[in-house]
């Protein structure tokens, strides 16, 4: 399956993509960690991507485009792939039409987690990472075990602030890519609020899979 899941900052995209890929076994290609990779790394690419990232800015478009379009090329992609945070812009969703286009392939569907702006800050600030398996964690939402509080990490756009601009962007930026999608027969709206195992059974039932 190729899938696309959409939705502001902190709507549990990385969350529900886990369940996801678990369930297709197909690789989780999220921009956002590619891109905190490459900043880590000191590429010129996080060079580039870093300053935009800490304002909760958007990496421009010139920048993002060609590591989405590399990257489901590799072998791994053949049987599928989910797409977490890419496309947002116009211009992205069209460049990754294009690239699949000239694969031979073409999209299953284009999931939205909606979730209201009032609970986006409260779910950014209290998120932690665990840096050695990547899962997710929320201090009130979803509490780590206290054995590896140690080496939680914090990400540095998910201040307040930061993520008042990421929320701006989304609606600015990345809201008018739906109705695109919509068009086209692919889109799947589903409620981001409540219980993170209803929403991913949720999710499944929308993509017409078995929980
Ligand atoms: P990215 O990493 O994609 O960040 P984002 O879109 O802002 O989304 P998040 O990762 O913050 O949230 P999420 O939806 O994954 O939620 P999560 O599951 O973690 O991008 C970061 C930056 O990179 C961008 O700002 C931009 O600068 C750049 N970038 C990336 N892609 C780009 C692109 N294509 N073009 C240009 N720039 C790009 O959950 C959040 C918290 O909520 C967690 O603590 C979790 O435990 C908790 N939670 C999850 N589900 C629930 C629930 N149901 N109830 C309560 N709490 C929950
Ligand atoms: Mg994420």
């Not at 080496?151 to 990421?166: F, M, P, S, V």
Request: aromatic share 4%; glycine share 10%.
């Amino acid at each position: 399956m190729r899938l696309i899941l959409v939705g502001p900052p902190g709507a549990g995209k990385g969350t529900q993509a886990a369940a996801l890929v678990q369930r297709l076994n197909v690789p989780h290609l999220s921009t956002g960690d590619m891109l905190r990779a490459a900043v880590a790394q000191g590429t010129e690419l996080g060079k580039k991507a870093d300053e935009f990232m800490k304002a909760g800015g958007l990496v421009t478009d010139d920048l993002v485009i060609p590591i989405v379009v590399e990257r489901i090329r590799e072998s791994d992609c053949a049987a599928g792939f989910l797409l977490d945070g890419f496309p947002r812009t116009r211009p992205q969703a069209e460049a990754l039409d294009r690239a699949m286009q000239a694969a031979g392939v073409s999209l299953d569907a284009v999931v939205v987690i909606e979730v209201p702006d009032e609970l986006i800050v409260e779910r950014i600030t209290g998120r932690r990472m665990d840096p050695e398996t990547g899962a997710i964690y929320h201090l009130k939402f979803n509490p780590p075990p206290e054995e590896i509080a140690g080496r939680l990490q914090h990400r540095q756009d998910d201040t307040e602030e930061a993520c008042r601009a990421r929320l701006q962007k989304y609606h600015s930026e990345t809201a008018p890519i739906i109705p695109y999608y919509d068009q086209q027969g692919l889109l799947r709206r589903i409620d981001g609020v409540g219980d993170p195992q209803r929403i991913a059974e949720n999710l499944f039932a929308a993509l017409g899979l078995d929980a």
